[in-house]
């Protein structure tokens, strides 16, 4: 047994954000509460039941008093209302200078890939200060990514890609669950994520042995899988180039358009035909059932790579987030501030 | 509803308009109309839906009751259909998967 | 049953004998002695689920049961108490026994149909036991796809036709009741003469018959998937298992609403008869009940914040869901308002009126912090959750039904229930229920996820806690179920009206006769109108 | 709502209880919890209709199925509509709606109290569902040869490329869950009319009572309507992209 913590660590910039809205509530919930409770055991002793046969005056409903528990607590769920939607979609919209790291949840266990090619079972190494972007799906059924010191919590779901980001603010290591119910060792499906200082991440990133970047094994799944055979870098091949494909608006055959996100190329991988570029025959086989999630993760990362240089922290290899690591330290550490703190911590530099 | 009796000819009307609004519906299908194509699909199914809950079910001279619980079994149908939209027509709108 | 003198008067309990009498009755009042009887089986079995799950967690490491065990009896728990116990409790008994006695009806308006559906709630039951005792199921209540489709290895199938079944006894019930209600009134009663426990009755089954075949179609497609492999919600063929998702809360979330709409209808009745006041803001009341009913369609999303759901269907959930909380908190000022220069009694039911309030208030408050998006993503699918839950069908619906079932006791059965014993009990609960679940709201702010076997130590003081609760909490629901079969033998014999009350149920003997009235009753009084009734009472002493 | 508590305060507010029951206690049609035969049939007609509602719902959680998938995948749901038999379909409709026909048909011989008319038209509305039935059965053989049944290894549909595939699957599952239900209810259907003709035969109905006809055909005139929907829906999406 031993210690009996009652809160949980504040160890992301969002996370105090939800504690704020936390205690509005629960300064709502006393209030009402007590009120209530007081009321009833006012109300109980002071016109308790004094004689059998006695016959209390009737008290008419009134209008008034209607509207007032009516309006009041409206309003009040209003404010709760709004607040929590702005706190949501400051848990929802990673920043754009985030540091992308990819998750495959299986029965049982979290698989995390970083860009510079570290592979992780249950753990995950981040450095401070650094906003980080998970690009996540299963491999079988619906897991859930939940890191309770950060506030975070997102499904993992099969068959697509979700999305979830954090900014640690405190070093030290921190419970990685699973909260989607996912068979019989849901609770084995556990690990940590630790968040180190920016030099000793460094040291740990170049520590473990790797077989390249995410985005060097995603070239080499493309080239065994003869994708370049079609998908030429100057656009001659019978399908379109991938470079400065990513993040690009692409147009369709039969007139639609489509962000090229990881969704996209995830579909365009495993479902070839369901968005034909403008353009081009349907000439592409499918590779499902060829390539696993993390070599169709793999592959997005290549194709990332190839598209039009981010501003900040997307660029792969370690080489350019060695630079910057330390100098977004600084303005991170401090920033629990709140709701702007994405493009206030993003200092766009190369 | 005993006090009310049709007569053979308003069932026979009846029975000819839904006949040749199924061969309308399948001729339509046929005809280049685009998104209109669903459009007309439903559209006419709807008409054959009131045309049959109006005569054959006799919804004309039904109470108001009556007429309250299907409306409001449609508007639970509307209900289900709309909110769970809600979610698959909005998909992708933030540019981040999965929000 | 009941000690049969021989000159007594006949009622609907000694009118006839025999299984036989019982299995074929098309009385409501007996049908209702018989889903008495199925969901005390159920509520019990679902109880000793809720004991070992409790027992298991005392220790963080896992000790007494395997993992695949645990997530059997947490699954079995949540479908024995939700489908088996929860939904029909309130509605398929008390209200069976009473909805047509307070409208002033010899019977519902389907007596046959009526019987059927205690029938189905058997057969759905007999199916979801069989899987329980030939290995049981883990795929969680909520049956989450692709892992109840694809890769469970346990007994999904026999537990899905059981509550697929089990469903259509609870929409014939609501069909049933909804008909009575229009239909079958006593002269006089017009809507706004209905006991509030109608209202609520009626609101409860619209939500049956407009959500329950929702969610018999989607028990039906995961049926097909399992079987068939035909893959509606399979993402290996491009289906969406948040689609299942939505069909599943679309029904599963108002169910919350049949769960706890009849508690308020209960609720309603006691506040008023043992403060002996008319109900303050009757209206408000009876339309609140209808409000939560159609409200408690539009906010299912809010289950799926987290689930990949697009976040603007999350903005409309979230900005929906509290819209639902407005009429709840409308009853609860309604009710505390009521106790104002009210004459009030302590007798028990009241009591447990009292803890309705009292937890129901915490629960409801707490689903403020669950509808707001930001902090539901820190706290769904963790013991938060798990607290608000059973804040709300636990502390409200389980303490409104014991409340009810003391009220009414008398009436069903002609005995009086042993009122010390009684007060004991309604203590017992309450303190027991607060240690058993309080401490499960810090646990989930502090992270602990919901459906795990094994845990972080550091939770394991706040866990010990909630287990002792739930030993405290055990002894309070044994008790009552012991006094009152005791009651059935050594109790007082029970007047008509034992409590001042008003409503027509009231105005018949106890136990009723078999067409619950010997002269057709007229009504020509509002509800709750005690001024007609006090001078009867003391006469009666 | 005011509206509502009128009528129905009329409905209720017949004389006492007991008088009236014990006058009706001979009349072997009035069930004893209620008072005249008019309460009686009005709570049978709200009854089906509400039954009705919950039938709706039920092919509702379908519908929603299909209304998002069909939004996912529009060329797919395009493609496997056009193999399927549309004039089979529209000749299904077309039969349907004639045993429509006759049913309520033979709910105005019940209120003329004509009991032959009665039997001849419920077993003509037998008949015409039988006929749909049994073209249905036809059309599932089909599907069977041509190895259009989703969840087995076998499944193929000609025109679409692997990938699209399960897709493709994804409409046939929704294909046999609707027609599968909408048959079992015609099934079912069946079985009262045949419940019917035998009371019918025996003298049981009459202009005074004939409610279980009336209610039998609102039963029967829903699962058209569902049919009224299902067949545009599943066989006609977009045929014009077809040849």
Redesign the interface.
Known sequence: MGSLPLFPEQASTIAPEVDHLLYFLLAVATFFTLLIFGAIFYFAVRYRRRSENELPPVVHGGMTLEILWTVIPFGLTMVMFTWGAAVFFDE???PDDAMQIYAVGKQWMWKLEHLEGQREINELHIPLGRAVRL??TSEDVIHSFFVPAFRTK?DV?PG????TWFKPTKPGRYHLFCAEYCGTKHSGMIGWVYVMEPQDYQTWLSGGATEGSLAENGQKLFTQLACDNCHKADNQGRCPTLVNVFGSTVQLTGGGTV?A???YIRESILSPQAKIVKGYEPVMPTFQGLVTEEQVLQLVEYVRSLGPKPAAGQAPGSQALGNQAPGNQAPASKAPAGKKSAPGAAPAKQ | ??GH??S?KT??A??LA??SL??L??WV?????GAF?VVA??G??TV??LL??L???HLRH?????K???L???M??G???V????????????????? | MITAAVHEREHYLNASYGIKSWLLTKDHKRIALLYLATITLFFFLGGSFATLIRIELLTPTGGLVSSETYNKLFTMHGVAMIFFFLIPSIPATLGNFFLPIMIGARDLAFPKLNLLSWYLLVIGGLFSLFAMLAGGVDTGWTFYTPYSTTYSNSYVIATALGIFIAGFSSILTGLNFIVTV?RMRAPGMTWFRLPLFVWANYATSLIQV?GTP?IAVTILLLFCERVFHIGIFDPALGGDP??FQ??FW?YSHPAVYIMVLPAMGVISELISVYSRKPVFGYKFIAFSSVAIAVLG??V??HH?FVS??????GL??SFLSYFVAIPSSIKVFNWTATLYKGSISYATPMLYAFGFIGLFTIGGLTGLFVAALGIDVHVTDTYFVVAHFHYIMVGGTIMAYLGGMHYYWPKMTGRMYPEAWAKLSALVIFLGFNLTFFPQFLLGYLGMPRRYHVYPDEFQVLHVLSTAGASVLAVGYLMPMIYFVWSLRFGQMAPANPWGATGLEWKTASPPPVHNFDEAPIVTHEAYDYSTVIPEVIEVG | MA??TS??AQASSHEAHAAVHEAHAETLDLREQFNTAEQQ?DAS??GM??F??TE??FF??M??CY??YR??FPEVFAVASSSLN?VLG?IN??VL??S??T???AV?AG??GQRNMIILLLILTLFFGGVFLGVKAIEWKEKFDEHHIPGQAAFHLEGLPPDQQGHAQLFFSLYFAMTGLHALHMVIGVGILSFLIWQAKKGTYSATYFTPV?VA??YW??V??IW??L???LY?????LGK
């Open positions: 929802s919209r990673p690009t996540m997102q779901v697509r890609y979700t999305t962000k996100d990881e969704a | 509803m005993t009796i049709d053979i069932y026979l009846v029975l839904l006949l199924t061969g519906t399948t299908a046929y005809q280049p109309l194509s699909a439903l006419i199914a054959k839906m049959v809950s005569f054959f079910m039904s109470n108001q009751l009556t309250l619980v299907v409001g079994g449609l639970w149908l209900i289900l259909l909110l769970t939209l809600s979610d698959f027509a909005t998909r992708g709108w933030t540019g981040v998967p999965g929000k | 229009h407009l929702v948040v689609l939505h069909l679309f369609f539009l299912w999303g799926l990949g759901q697009s976040l603007y269907a409309v959930f | 509206d509502l009528h129905e049939k007609t709200l209709w509400l009705l509602i709706i719902m509702g959680g519908f929603a209304t998002v939004r996912t549309a529209a409709t077309g709606l004639l429509s026909f049913m309520v048909m105005r209120q003329l009336d055909g609102l005139h829903f058209d309507v009224i929907f067949f545009p829906l006609l999406i977009d045929r014009h």
